[in-house]
């Protein structure tokens, strides 16, 4: 049988195998799966349309397994399966393991993509935060590049620890992020607010005026 119009079968994985030959299919007549998925995002009566207005990139280094969080296998034998119990979640047949009980009260708030992997078996950072091992410039940087010029009154890309070895990259100094090493610590200052020894607080008022002069 062959579908054509919007795919409407999603659920925790995604598309299924079915909807993908489906989709292929419809290919041969001038529908492709590009075109499905931009029909399934148009605006529609009574669809709320969204926009995202930030996005948390949390990146764990020596982190635990997935076998620990989101995929225990309990159904492998135990020398693959994680060590801990498994819990249900808010998504009906996906189950976390029994450490992320809160995480998994949220399933349904959130997409888990159990797919993605790369080739390298270092404890590098790169892969994960850059797309590649080729260099070193993160997403919130490229989003920062992509958004310049837009006003806020957040900076636009915060980065929690330690950058390890990551950041504005090939972009340059000025997308770096706002780098906290410590947020843990109340009382660290943050030193891209603190003013260098050589600079008083009138000086830094004066270079402020002489700005506002240059850009009028």
């Not at 979640?89 to 450490?99: A, D, I, W, Y």
């Not at 957040?154 to 504005?168: E, I, Q, R």
Request: net charge positive; glycine share 10%; with cysteine.
């Amino acid at each position: 049988m062959m579908r054509l119009g919007v795919i409407r079968q999603r659920d925790c994985q995604g598309l299924h195998r079915r909807d993908f030959l489906q989709v292929g299919g419809a290919g041969l007549l001038g529908l492709t799966l590009a075109d499905a998925f931009r029909a399934d995002a148009a605006p529609r009566p009574g669809r709320r349309q969204q926009t995202a207005k930030a996005c948390i990139l949390l990146y764990l280094a020596g982190g635990p397994s997935q076998f620990e969080t989101f995929d225990p296998k309990p159904q492998a034998p135990a020398s693959i399966r994680g060590p801990w119990g498994v819990i249900p979640t808010t998504v009906p047949g996906v189950r976390f393991s029994e450490l992320v009980p809160m995480l998994a009260r949220q399933a349904d708030q959130f997409a888990l993509l159990r797919a993605l992997h790369h080739t390298q078996s270092l404890h590098h950072p790169w892969p994960m935060m850059t797309g590649t091992m080729q260099q070193t410039t993160t997403y919130g940087a490229a989003v920062t590049f992509l958004k310049r010029g837009s006003a806020g009154d957040l900076p636009p890309y915060v980065h929690l620890g330690a950058k390890l070895s990551v950041g504005a990259g090939t972009l340059g100094a000025g997308f770096e992020p706002l780098e906290i090493r410590d947020p843990t610590n109340a009382q660290a200052a943050l030193e891209h607010f603190t003013l260098a020894r050589d600079i008083s607080p009138h000086r830094l008022e004066g270079r402020a005026a002489l700005l506002k002069d240059v850009d009028r």
